[in-house]
């Protein structure tokens, strides 16, 4: 039974990735959690598995972080094509400059995950009185990649469904208890 649960486990290793960047969003836990469970779990390979969820995570800010970068020459080029001909610019000259500091800084991101995980791990509170969210939407100019990144990973409805499907030794049965 162990080898069927292990085997369910890699097979859905690209759910786990996703639950794992949670988990490292969550400023109560970043990779510290992440290190403490591998441990348990991985025990001969701690280190590569660690390394994997590290890299998943880097992957997926980068990846944002090229749409960001795109989307920022967009606008760029869009300001430029609707600039006055005249020498008074105003805010659109901002927006220029926002787009080319934005285009300009791509390693940024990446520098702003590790800062973000070499940073100490917030003390853990009830999950009622901490609202991870809140604190990603009061980090974003801190961390404004990242902030879209946890946005959109920790928003991400988690079901029950699939996990008790994927360690269920009984199969799908549909009973009048159970459908």
């Known amino acids: ?9 890699e097979k859905y290793w690209g ?3 996703t639950v ?4 490292i969003l969550d400023p109560q836990y970043k990779l510290k959690l992440i290190e ?9 390979r701690v280190a590569l598995e660690v390394d ?23 606008n760029s080029s869009l300001i430029e094509s609707t600039r006055p ?3 008074d610019l105003g805010d659109d000259d901002m927006d220029a400059y926002d787009a080319f500091v934005s285009g300009s800084s791509k390693d940024t991101d990446k520098f702003d995950l590790e800062r973000y995980l070499d940073e100490t791990v917030l003390p853990r509170v009830n999950d009622k009185e901490f609202d991870v969210l809140y604190w990603w939407k009061t980090s974003e100019m801190k961390y404004p990649t990242l902030y879209k990144v946890a946005r959109d990973i920790l928003a991400i409805l988690v079901s029950i469904v699939a996990s008790e499907s994927a360690f269920s ?3 799908r049965i549909v009973s009048p208890h159970r459908n």
């Open 52 to 74: 994997r969820v590290k890299k998943f995570a880097y992957d997926l800010v980068k990846e944002y972080s090229s749409c960001a970068i795109s989307h920022a020459f967009e």
């Open 36 to 44: 403490f469970y591998f441990k348990q779990v991985y025990p001969r």
């Open 169 to 171: 030794t009984g199969g």
């Open 15 to 17: 759910v786990i990735g």
């Open 20 to 23: 794992a960047v949670a988990t």
């Open 85 to 87: 001909s005249d020498n």
């Open 1 to 9: 039974m162990a080898k069927k649960m292990e085997e369910k486990f």
